[in-house]
Nanobody
């Protein structure tokens, strides 16, 4: 069982940066691949980024590649999403997710545990 709590969302101007964190409970965090998804109003939840349990493999949606960086610190049971060069279309609720396998996937149904989400809003 893993419980996930996101933080770090807020208002940010276009072109700005923000770092999201996802704190996980449980002693098995290091055995879970992790992901970030987002959902904008009226849209489906979409994959943003994913990272393997060792952190050696990362995957990104084309829309955020080169702007967002996913990372994890297994000693702190925490996953991060560094977001730079933010655009108005990045406005969404961001969710972290965990799956008890080695590698990340881009499909939300592959993830077993979810956080409650944190809002990121363009303030431009």
């Amino acid at each position: 069982q893993v419980q996930l709590v996101e933080s770090g969302g807020g208002l940010v101007q276009a072109g700005g940066s923000l770092r999201l964190s996802c704190a996980a409970s449980g002693r098995t965090f290091s055995t879970y691949a992790m992901g970030w998804f987002r959902q904008a109003p009226g849209k489906e939840r979409e994959f943003v980024a994913g990272i393997s349990w060792t952190g050696s493999i990362t995957r990104y949606a084309d829309s955020v590649k080169g702007r967002f960086t996913i990372s994890r610190d297994n000693a702190k049971n925490t996953e991060y999403l560094q977001m730079t060069s933010l655009k108005p279309e990045d406005t969404a609720v961001y969710y972290c997710a965990a799956r008890p396998f080695t590698g990340p996937t881009t499909t939300s149904r592959d993830y077993e545990y979810w956080g409650q989400g944190t809002q990121v809003t363009d303030s431009s």
